[in-house]
């Protein structure tokens, strides 16, 4: 129950190699957040999970292995939080940084759309900013994957140029 069946190293390189390369994968597959996922997003990370399983634990059953593993993960998450908390060229690497897709009430649907940003979502972006494009200055796919939207002011002489 709390013996080893593998090299106590094994697990945590194990448990590293997962972590960075499910990393590099959430972060070149797009900006949604958990509070965004569609049902398929939510499928997707489901199956990850279980598909790195054995590859994260090498057949290992114990406690011990488990608890070594879980210990690695959480470990590697607040390493990666606080260098990209004082580093910012690693957190804008990790991150992304935001990403204009609208200005001058003009929505920039080239954009969105490599950013595989539905439009449905910018449009929902203004209504929460109660605002219509016409209104808008500026629209940001922010680092989170949300839409942050700002108006022009009323007295703004550069509205709707460009």
């Keep these: 129950m709390f013996e ?3 090299n106590w190293w094994e697990l945590p390189v194990r448990a590293t190699l997962i972590y960075l390369a499910l990393l590099a994968m959430v972060r070149v597959s797009g900006r949604r957040t958990v509070g965004q996922f569609t049902p398929f997003d939510l499928l997707v990370v489901m199956l990850l ?3 790195v399983s054995s ?3 090498g057949g290992e059953e114990s406690i011990t292995g488990g608890l070594l593993a879980a210990l690695t993960l959480v470990t590697l998450n607040m390493a990666v939080a606080l260098v990209t908390s004082r580093i910012h060229q690693v957190q804008h690497l990790l991150e992304g940084r935001p990403i204009l897709v ?3 009430g003009q929505v920039y649907r080239d954009v969105l759309n490599r950013q595989r940003v539905p439009l449905a979502d910018m449009e929902q972006a203004l209504r929460e900013a109660d605002c219509d494009s016409k209104e808008m ?3 940001f796919l922010e680092a989170d994957g949300k839409i942050s939207i700002l108006k022009n002011s009323g007295n703004d002489v550069h509205a ?3």
């Design 4 to 6: 080893l069946g593998v």
């Design 49 to 51: 999970s279980e598909s």
């Design 55 to 57: 590859a994260l634990n």
């Design 102 to 104: 609208g200005r001058d």
């Design 137 to 139: 200055r500026f629209a």
């Design 160 to 162: 709707g140029s460009q």
